[in-house]
């Protein structure tokens, strides 16, 4: 299978969508209202610190990942490439397509200088934390979040 990595673009925004919400994780989630994902998808492609990347096979998006290059004073000053919203198209899953989507991102991380490639997962994905584990990645910190809809803070 040849696979072909490219920025998206606004033509791609439903497809991407659709990706990322196919999946119960996701779907569990609360919203605070309308998605404006169009407007998410401008601020992404101006910032030069982001890349939104699809992946394509025969001219079909099959996979998608958000890579952001975080500056910061740890890590000796290095930069680290933070890889988010990684998903592959349900027909296409178990292909070798999202080890071949994390090799790109980790070569594109080298490329641009950055110390550290990083993600999160959620702790219900299992499967997902045994593919990272078996690429090299360590599970190494506990994460937390704080969902800013909530008032008692």
Known sequence: MSLHFRTARREDVP???????????????????????????????????????????DGEVVGTMQITYI?????????RAQVEAVRVAVPHRNRGIGREMMRWAVERARERGCALVQLTSDKARTEAHRFYGSLGFAASHVGFKLSLDRLDL
């Open 15 to 57: 497809v991407i969508v659709a990706m990322i919400n196919d999946d119960p994780i996701t779907a569990a989630r609360p919203s605070s209202g309308e998605p404006d994902y169009y407007a998410a998808f401008e601020a992404v492609d101006a910032d030069p610190r982001n890349e939104l990347i699809v992946v394509e096979s």
């Open 71 to 79: 500056p910061g004073l740890s890590r000796r000053g290095g930069e």
